[in-house]
């Protein structure tokens, strides 16, 4: 069997003195191709007090697409290097061997840098990303080898030539195969852009927390939708095909995902109506927390003690929402005290208004205030309330800080606190008929 016509022709050169030009361009693209990748990668990477705001979100970009640049910059400088070596009639039969292995270790880099900026960007590699990385490598590493031994040509036939019914026509595996491929890259090329601008979006701090999250889920949808239409359109599939299939969606979306588009919905309501931020601490039916995501179908409330709660977002639109930081983020917190009966009430109640100011977190404006509730059968009851301007962080501590302050006072003896009086009519009234009863048996 003959050799391929690529492996003929590199081992034709190995005799060549010319061979010596193309190794040598070779290892100098590669030193060079890997030492602009690092160049760059150092320059953008750097932390700069003028691009502080913005910086994170562009270091982390460049920090991914970094493995990706050495190998595009070395292929682009072997193509140039071939171009050079062929204008002084040097054979390149070395370089055409080197750039197909370059241009797969690009490819699969690429396509590694997508995923994980699409799919694992918020947490650690799941099983099933890391899975379709080692089947990717090495389908493209199979092609690649198919093309160096001159398989290529044959199989691309025979996929040409197998023909799958489909309805009426009959289409070849190989257009069936590269329509799945021009989805699949647009569609990935399209998330990684809506990814881009989401990160972009949320980045700027001008910009309304809600205003940022529906502009780029908008902008994702909108991202999506072309990409499905423009490769439908590449291989040739009729778009007005789709409408049929449009209106079939439409129905079975009226009667049964009746649910789940009201939450779609009223997802985005809320996202355009800024009702609710990112960081506001609200209260939903017995629910309370700070909102830490709003997505297009539900909102996760994320409360005091750490637990998140998943809420659909038709109930935080169908319900009354408490928000406590909607158009103003101060928050009246108050504690009760019973204090007895002749208690100087004129220095008592300065006395603790006074006493809560120069307290963590409490607010000097609104000053605190001092009240009498009510008269109890045991004494004065007192409410001491003041202002916080952070209630995401609870109410607990700070109601906690001032009861110490409070007691401090106790134990001084400023204040006296009322304690329960006990009724004891009943008991000496029992005691009486106890004593007569006794005195009566010993008359007797």
Same mark, same amino acid.
């Given at each position: 069997?003959?050799?391929?016509?690529?492996?003929?022709?590199?081992?034709?050169?190995?005799?060549?003195?010319?061979?010596?030009?193309?190794?040598?361009?070779?290892?100098?693209?590669?030193?060079?191709?890997?030492?602009?990748?690092?160049?760059?990668?150092?320059?953008?990477?750097?932390?700069?007090?003028?691009?502080?705001?913005?910086?994170?979100?562009?270091?982390?970009?460049?920090?991914?697409?970094?493995?990706?640049?050495?190998?595009?910059?070395?292929?682009?400088?072997?193509? %140039?290097?071939?171009?050079? %070596?062929?204008?002084?009639?040097?054979?390149?039969?070395?370089?055409?061997?080197?750039?197909?292995?370059?241009?797969?270790?690009?490819?699969?880099?690429?396509?590694?840098?997508?995923?994980?900026?699409?799919?694992?960007?918020?947490?650690?590699?799941?099983?099933?990303?890391?899975?379709?990385?080692?089947?990717?490598?090495?389908?493209?590493?199979?092609?690649?080898?198919?093309?160096?031994?001159?398989?290529?040509?044959?199989?691309?036939?025979?996929?040409?030539?197998?023909?799958?019914?489909?309805?009426?026509?009959?289409?070849?595996?190989?257009?069936?195969?590269?329509?799945?491929?021009?989805?699949?890259?647009?569609?990935?090329?399209?998330?990684?852009?809506?990814?881009?601008?989401?990160?972009?979006?949320?980045?700027?701090?001008?910009?309304?927390?809600?205003?940022?999250?529906?502009?780029?889920?908008?902008?994702?949808?909108?991202?999506?939708?072309?990409?499905?239409?423009?490769?439908?359109?590449?291989?040739?599939?009729?778009?007005?095909?789709?409408?049929?299939?449009?209106?079939?969606?439409?129905?079975?979306?009226?009667?049964?995902?009746?649910?789940?588009?009201?939450?779609?919905?009223?997802?985005?309501?809320?996202?355009?109506?800024?009702?609710?931020?990112?960081?506001?601490?609200?209260?939903?039916?017995?629910?309370?927390?700070?909102?830490?995501?709003?997505?297009?179908?539900?909102?996760?409330?994320?409360?005091?003690?750490?637990?998140?709660?998943?809420?659909?977002?038709?109930?935080?639109?169908?319900?009354?929402?408490?928000?406590?930081?909607?158009?103003?983020?101060?928050?009246?917190?108050?504690?009760?005290?019973?204090?007895?009966?002749?208690?100087?009430?004129?220095?008592?109640?300065?006395?603790?208004?006074?006493?809560?100011?120069?307290?963590?977190?409490?607010?000097?404006?609104?000053?605190?205030?001092?009240?009498?509730?009510?008269?109890?059968?045991?004494?004065?009851?007192?409410?001491?309330?003041?202002?916080?301007?952070?209630?995401?962080?609870?109410?607990?501590?700070?109601?906690?800080?001032?009861?110490?302050?409070?007691?401090?006072?106790?134990?001084?003896?400023?204040?006296?606190?009322?304690?329960?009086?006990?009724?004891?009519?009943?008991?000496?009234?029992?005691?009486?008929?106890?004593?007569?009863?006794?005195?009566?048996?010993?008359?007797?």
């Amino acid at each position: 069997m003959p050799l391929p016509k690529l492996l003929s022709d590199f081992l034709d050169d190995l005799r060549e003195p010319g061979i010596l030009w193309q190794a040598g361009a070779i290892v100098l693209c590669i030193v060079i191709g890997w030492g602009l990748a690092r160049l760059i990668r150092d320059r953008f990477l750097q932390r700069t007090p003028a691009d502080e705001a913005h910086g994170p979100v562009r270091r982390l970009g460049m920090r991914s697409f970094a493995r990706v640049l050495a190998p595009l910059l070395i292929l682009g400088l072997l193509a %140039l290097a071939k171009m050079m %070596l062929t204008r002084n009639h040097i054979h390149v039969n070395l370089l055409r061997l080197a750039m197909p292995l370059f241009a797969s270790f690009a490819l699969i880099r690429t396509a590694f840098y997508l995923l994980r900026r699409v799919f694992a960007r918020h947490g650690p590699l799941g099983a099933t990303i890391l899975t379709f990385e080692k089947i990717f490598s090495l389908v493209v590493w199979l092609a690649v080898a198919m093309y160096i031994i001159g398989l290529w040509p044959d199989v691309f036939d025979y996929l040409d030539d197998t023909l799958l019914p489909l309805g009426r026509h009959k289409v070849s595996l190989a257009t069936i195969l590269q329509a799945a491929t021009s989805v699949v890259v647009l569609l990935m090329l399209a998330l990684w852009a809506g990814t881009a601008l989401e990160e972009r979006l949320m980045g700027v701090e001008g910009m309304h927390s809600s205003l940022r999250v529906v502009m780029a889920r908008m902008s994702r949808a909108v991202l999506i939708v072309v990409a499905v239409l423009v490769s439908l359109n590449m291989v040739g599939i009729d778009l007005t095909v789709l409408s049929v299939f449009g209106g079939a969606f439409g129905v079975g979306l009226g009667l049964g995902m009746q649910k789940i588009a009201s939450n779609y919905v009223s997802g985005f309501v809320i996202l355009l109506e800024r009702s609710l931020a990112i960081g506001d601490m609200i209260s939903v039916d017995k629910y309370t927390g700070r909102v830490s995501r709003i997505n297009t179908r539900y909102t996760v409330l994320q409360g005091l003690d750490g637990v998140e709660t998943v809420l659909p977002n038709e109930m935080l639109i169908s319900g009354p929402v408490q928000n406590q930081s909607l158009s103003n983020r101060m928050v009246r917190v108050s504690t009760v005290l019973n204090v007895a009966y002749g208690s100087d009430l004129d220095s008592l109640i300065p006395l603790l208004e006074n006493l809560v100011i120069g307290v963590a977190r409490v607010l000097e404006t609104p000053a605190p205030g001092a009240s009498l509730n009510k008269f109890t059968a045991d004494g004065f009851e007192l409410e001491l309330g003041f202002w916080i301007s952070d209630p995401e962080s609870g109410r607990g501590g700070v109601v906690s800080d001032v009861n110490k302050k409070i007691y401090a006072l106790v134990k001084s003896g400023d204040i006296k606190l009322a304690l329960p009086r006990l009724d004891t009519n009943l008991l000496d009234a029992h005691i009486a008929a106890t004593v007569a009863k006794i005195s009566q048996s010993v008359t007797n």
